[in-house]
């Protein structure tokens, strides 16, 4: 299984950017899908998650500003990320809880990183 993000860039603050994540390989469901973000210097955290029911959970820091959603029928997540600021500047990462086959347990897996970059 692999995880394909994109969409990051430089932008200025204010602005917006939609990041995409797509996994593809052997890939029976998904589960919980997530954002995470890693400034320099800082450890990785949580950005916004969306399980299988849907119900969605950001971090305090995002709220109001970052949309998560999903595509099942693509094993897709996006973020959509509005109202930038300096402080959004990191590297984004997807995740996905994934099953490859029907009666396996689920594995974690990572995108390769996505670098945003919010100027002032």
């Known amino acids: 299984v692999q995880l394909q993000a994109s969409g990051g860039g430089l932008v200025q603050a204010g602005g917006s950017l939609r990041l995409s994540c797509a996994a593809s390989g052997s890939i029976y469901s998904i589960n919980a899908m997530a954002w995470y973000r890693q400034a320099p210097g800082k450890q990785r955290e949580l950005v916004a998650s969306?399980?299988?029911?849907?119900?969605?959970n950001y971090a305090d820091s995002v709220k109001g500003r970052f949309t998560i959603s999903r595509d099942n029928g693509k094993n897709a997540v996006y973020l959509q990320m509005n109202n930038l600021k300096p402080e959004d500047t990191a590297v984004y990462y997807c995740n996905m809880e994934v099953k490859r086959r029907r009666l396996a347990s689920t594995s974690n897996y990572w995108g390769q990183g996505t670098l945003v970059t919010v100027s002032s």
């Open positions: 969306i399980p299988n029911n849907g119900i969605t």
